[in-house]
């Protein structure tokens, strides 16, 4: 079992930046890959961002691609999402996810299916 908490979360006008933390506890050597996902009210929860915890590829959708950057503090069990430039678009609720299984690609890795473990989410909201 994997236990991912989530923090960073909050207000921030267009064009600014936030950085989002997810703390992972429990059986932590079972993951592989760690992602962060979105969903805005009424859309379906999508991946934003993922890392393979081993050897650190990263992988993004097209519509964050230059604006957000997922990194991870190996020691500390913590992967961070570094969004800059945000735009409304980005308002959502924001989980981290944890995986047994190899990210292996973009596609797979930001497919929700793939995740066994999800943190409870937070709020990132961002006004015109």
């Known amino acids: 079992q994997v236990q991912l908490v989530e923090s960073g979360g909050g207000s921030v006008q267009a064009g600014g930046s936030l950085r989002l933390s997810c703390a992972a506890s429990?059986?932590?050597?079972?993951?592989?890959?760690m992602g962060w996902f979105r969903q805005a009210p009424g859309k379906q929860r999508e991946g934003v961002a993922a890392i393979s915890t081993g050897g650190g590829a990263t992988y993004y959708a097209d519509s964050v691609k230059g604006r957000f950057t997922i990194s991870q503090d190996y020691a500390k069990n913590t992967v961070y999402l570094q969004m800059n430039s945000l735009k409304p678009e980005d308002t959502a609720m924001y989980y981290c996810?944890?995986?047994?299984?190899?990210?292996?690609?973009?596609?797979?890795?930001?497919?929700?299916?793939?995740?066994?473990?999800w943190g409870q989410g937070t709020q990132v909201t961002v006004s015109s």
């Open positions: 996810a944890a995986s047994s299984f190899f990210c292996l690609a973009t596609l797979q890795a930001l497919g929700v299916s793939r995740y066994n473990y």
């Open positions: 429990g059986d932590t050597y079972i993951k592989y890959c």
